[in-house]
Each structure stands twice: as structure tokens, then as C-alpha cells.
């Protein structure tokens, strides 16, 4: 069992070094500029270059801890390591992949906005990935408190949007974008609509799927960004000539480490399927051989306690074996 361990340990640590890569790359400001573009409806009719100096300068990335209590303690404001989160009590622990303000101009006043951007492997992973942005924006909001507003004043409560990649969806959903958001609806019309204070939470829902025909611009170039199977180089001449994204010296090295650490982990779990075959061979062969020992013992009468005795098994083995042949 050493090499199964030996495996498992260098298919954790290899998993968890391309989660790093992965969100360090989505965090860059430029792939950030692109996902606001078409997932941010403050953002559609504005250029990515301009976006992008739009983007605050709090990138938070799967580092800092953040308790009810203690969200709202300033901090000089800077880019820093891994993911943010909010632990309630009896609740567990709940990490952000990555959490930034953003800031548009509107009727000549300055709005910000506060987002959060996951990454995630699979479309539904025991609960709705829909579900768990609209908790993960309520608790952005709840986190404003004494720091956005105080006290009643819940007006300047900020919008916020809470946006799930999914990297791998299922063919029967192929490559898809969804908007969930507070929308006003009228029983007995009357009462005034100003949508600046009842949308403040938007989830967005982003599947990507690689045989998939559909698509836009920002799921292409996820795609291509995303995709284990293309190399770093193939991917980085991709990025800037079909998407126009420059490959700074440290994007481009992230990119070319997550490629490389794709290879390694897909190689690791190749090695460990392999070995488990091998291993679940040996032991269908073992089977086959007592299955026929069992056969020729029987056919002489003998019972199933004289069969275990003379084959070295338990009883209920044999009993076991018995029955799989009769039926």
C-alpha cells in the first residue's frame, strides 16, 4: 500500500498547487476586466482596458480569514495571497476564492461594487452551485455593516455579485451563462420602481464544456485559459492573438505552471488507475481460481465446511461462492 499512499499524496499536493495557480490566474486584473465585461451589467458597454484600471486594488486570494466580528477591520489595501472567508459559528468555515471591489462612474458619482469569483470543478457537487452564490452574496452584503453603512442607513449598501465558474458541466447543459437576480414585480401597480435599491445581489452562473458548440467570447477564451489539455505555450500565443490579453512576465510563468502541474496530476492519476487495475486483476484471478477449486469439490460431494477446511477459507466464502453459481 506504500505506492497507493506514496500516489495520493502527490495527487493532493499536486491538486492543491494547481487550485493555487488556477485562482491566481482568474485573478489577474485583465481576466477580471473580461468576466465583468459579460457577467456585470455595469460593464457590457465599456472596454476591457478601461475595466481594468476600474478594478480595485484589494484582490483578496485564498489568505485572509474573515469572522463576523473582525470583516470589517481596515487593512492597507493590497493584493495578497489565498482565499478570503466568513466563519459562522457552528456553521463551519466558508472560503472565497477571490473577493474585490470594482468602482463605475454614474450620474458623475463614484459606485462600488463588491465581487466574489469561484472556480469550480464540477457543476454540482452534492448542492446547488445557485444556491450557494446567493449565500455567498448575502454574506457579502451582511459583511458591509459598519464599514459601508451604519447604523439604518441601508441605502448605501453596495451590490454585490457573486460569480461561479464551472469547468467541467455536463454535456446536457454544454456551455451556458445564467443571471439570478432581484427583479420588481407589480400585483397592484403603484408603488415608484427604482431599481438602485433592490438590486443588490446579482449570482452569475458560467458552465464551460470543451465539446460544447455554444458560446461567447468570455466562455472561449475560459476555455482556452482553463483547458488542461492545451500546453502553456499553445495557450499563451492563443490568449494574445485571438483574445488580445498580454502575457505579463508573471501571468504567463502562473500559466505555465498550472499547465505543468495539469500534466503532472493527470499523469499521477493515470500511474494510480493503471495500479489499480493491475491490482483488481490479480484479485479477479484469485477469485476465478477458488471459484473453480470450489466447482471440483463440490462435484465430488463434499460439503461446504470440508471444502473451506481443505481450501484455507471461512465458510461464508464458500457459501458466498456457491450461491453466485447457482444463481
Known amino acids: 500500500m506504500k505506492n497507493e499512499l506514496a500516489g495520493d499524496l502527490a495527487l ?16 489577474n486584473k485583465i481576466i477580471l476586466a473580461w468576466i465583468l465585461k459579460y457577467a456585470a451589467e455595469e460593464f457590457k ?8 484600471t476600474c478594478i480595485g486594488s484589494d484582490i483578496r486570494i485564498s489568505e485572509v480569514s474573515v469572522l463576523p466580528g473582525r470583516t470589517n477591520l481596515r487593512e492597507p489595501e493590497k493584493i495578497t495571497g489565498e482565499s478570503e472567508a466568513d466563519s459562522v459559528p457552528g456553521e463551519g468555515e466558508l472560503r472565497y ?14 459606485i ?32 458591509q455593516k459598519g464599514i459601508e453603512f451604519t447604523g ?29 437576480h432581484i427583479q420588481k414585480e407589480d400585483t397592484i401597480p403603484g408603488i415608484p420602481d427604482k431599481k438602485e435599491t433592490y438590486d443588490k445581489l446579482t449570482v452569475v452562473t458560467i458552465c464551460l464544456n470543451p465539446r460544447s458548440e455554444k458560446g461567447n ?15 502553456a505555450k499553445a495557450k499563451i500565443h492563443q490568449l494574445e492573438n485571438e483574445f488580445d490579453i498580454p502575457m505579463e512576465n508573471d501571468m504567463g ?3 505555465n505552471q ?25 484479485e479477479q484471478g484469485r477469485e476465478q481460481l477458488l471459484t473453480q477449486q470450489v466447482l471440483k469439490k463440490r462435484s465430488r460431494g463434499k460439503t461446504i465446511s470440508e471444502i473451506a477446511g481443505e481450501l484455507e477459507s471461512d465458510e461464508d466464502t464458500i457459501y458466498r461462492i456457491l450461491e453466485k453459481i447457482d444463481q
Request: proline share 3%; hydrophobic share 35%; net charge positive.
Open 12 to 27: 493532493a499536493e499536486g491538486k492543491s498547487q494547481y487550485d493555487t495557480y488556477c485562482k491566481r490566474i482568474l485573478a
Open 253 to 255: 510563468e502562473e500559466l
Open 217 to 231: 467570447r468570455l466562455t472561449k477564451m475560459l476555455g482556452v485559459l482553463l483547458a488542461p489539455g492545451i500546453k
Open 97 to 110: 476564492d477571490i473577493r474585490f471591489s470594482v468602482y463605475y462612474a454614474r450620474q458623475k458619482e463614484r
Open 45 to 52: 458597454d465599456m472596454p476591457i482596458s478601461q475595466i481594468k
Open 112 to 143: 462600488k461594487l463588491i465581487i466574489n469569483v469561484e472556480a469550480q470543478k464540477e457543476f454540482r457537487p452534492g448542492y446547488s452551485l445557485t444556491t450557494r452564490g446567493i449565500f455567498y452574496g448575502a454574506r457579502m452584503i451582511s459583511a
Open 258 to 282: 498550472m499547465c505543468n502541474l495539469s500534466d503532472y496530476v493527470e499523469e499521477i492519476g493515470i500511474k494510480k488507475g493503471i495500479e489499480k487495475g493491475r491490482e483488481e486483476g490479480i
Open 152 to 180: 439604518r442607513d441601508y441605502d448605501n449598501i453596495r451590490k454585490v455579485y457573486s460569480i461561479w465558474i464551472c469547468m467541467n458541466a455536463p454535456d446536457y447543459i454544454g456551455t451556458a451563462i445564467s443571471y439570478y
